[in-house]
Structure formats: C-alpha cells, structure tokens
C-alpha cells in the first residue's frame, strides 16, 4: 500500500507567520501533489512536482511555495499566512502515467490561522 | 456550468438497498475517471478507477457513458460502513495530472 504522511493532522498558526506542511511518501513515486479542500469548492490542486528541485504551478498558487529537496519530500510553504488560508490541505502522490494511475492521499493537515 | 457535477445528497437508504450516483463532466476530452471515497474529516481514498468497458469489484460497480459524459457508481446491498462522501474525479488529458474533482455525493446507510 501507498503511505503519504503528513507532518500534522492539526496546525493553529497566527497571521503572518511562515509555516511550512510536510509530505513524505514512501513508494519512489517521482509525482508530488498540494490541494487544499473547502467546503463546496471540491479540492483545488495548490503546487505540483515531476521530479527533486521541480515545481510547477496549479490551479491556486498565490500565497503559497514548494520546496522538492528529495524525491520522498515535498513542503508546502505559506510565506505568510493569512485568515483566508484556513483550510484543509492534502498532499498526494503518484506513480506511474497520470491516465493509469491515480493519486493517493495523505491524511490531511487541518490549517487554522488566527 | 461546473466542468464536475454531482447531486451533494445526502442520500439517505437503508441497509441492504442498492444506491447509485451519477457525475456529469463537461470536457467531452476528459480521458479517465475515477471515484473516491471520504469519511468526515479523513483524506480521500481511491474506490476504484473507471473503465470504458465498465467495471465491478464486489458490490461496486462503476461505468462509463461518453455520449452523455456521466459516469455513476452503483453500491448494491449497502452497508453502515458504505457511509461516506463519493468524489468523482476526471482527468482532463491523458498524460497531465489535471484533475477535476466533484464536491461529492454523501451517503448515509442507516440500520
């Protein structure tokens, strides 16, 4: 089975704070997701990755940054945070061609900013 | 009009009742298709993928309608443990990770 493991299953942050989602996945996958999921807008896909030290924008990048040092991690950065950022974020990860095979998620971190 | 549909129920039927859901999407060039399963407050788990041709494991079964561009799920004889929300996702293309997820269907199976 695929595990993705997300660093917290529940985060309280303040505005303005820098504050950084972990993700390891432990399958070789080269293919790294961020989405964030709220309420009747279904998930969003934030930030994706192909490869270590490659990034590529989604849907909703603005506020946010990644970093792809290893090919098990992927970070999720928000530079600094603020109330419209409450969330809930998902990191999933994929092996294989994107018709074929499909993502699997990690438990999800719930985001509050105050 | 959203490029995923689906009715956010709640569908509510009892134990042992056959359910199905249906998902439009609107890119006549989505490529493949899949259904995801997520219990309140969890991530979501892959169900099953969804086949051309239709496909079955166990008491789900998926298909495919291109002409109409809907795909539904079926559960037959449901159980408590079937209570979830049902994601339809569509992949746009092929060979890119664009995916359109639905806000989902809910199901509640009650005793």
């Known amino acids: 089975d695929v595990k993705v493991t997300q660093s917290s299953r529940y985060l309280v942050k303040r505005t303005g704070e820098k504050v950084f989602l972990e993700c390891v996945q432990d399958m070789d996958h080269e293919n790294m997701f961020w989405y964030r999921q709220d309420p009747g807008l279904g998930l969003r896909l934030i930030y994706f990755?192909?490869?270590?030290?490659?990034?590529e924008k989604g849907d909703i990048p603005e506020g946010y940054s990644v970093s792809r040092e290893k090919k098990e991690r992927f970070s999720l950065i928000l530079e600094s945070a603020s109330t419209n950022q409450t969330s809930m974020y998902l990191c999933?990860?994929?092996?294989?061609?994107?018709?074929?095979?499909?993502?699997?998620f990690g438990d999800g971190t719930r985001l509050s900013i105050l | 009009r959203k490029e995923v549909e689906q009715d956010p129920g709640p569908f509510n039927v009892p134990e042992g009742a056959t359910v199905a859901f249906n998902c439009t999407y609107s890119?006549?060039?989505?490529?493949?298709f899949f259904w995801y399963r997520q219990d309140c407050r969890k991530e979501p788990k892959l169900l099953m993928s969804v086949y051309s041709s239709g496909n079955e494991d166990g008491r789900f079964t998926a298909q495919l309608n291109r002409a109409s561009q809907y795909i539904s799920l079926l559960i037959r004889d449901s159980k408590l443990s079937d209570s979830a929300t049902y994601l339809c996702v569509v992949n746009l293309a092929y060979n890119t990770d664009k995916l359109i997820f639905g806000t989902g269907t809910r199901l509640q199976v009650f005793p």
């Open positions: 990755s192909y490869d270590v030290k490659m990034k």
């Open positions: 999933a990860s994929r092996g294989g061609t994107p018709g074929d095979q499909p993502q699997h």
């Open positions: 890119n006549s060039a989505s490529q493949s």
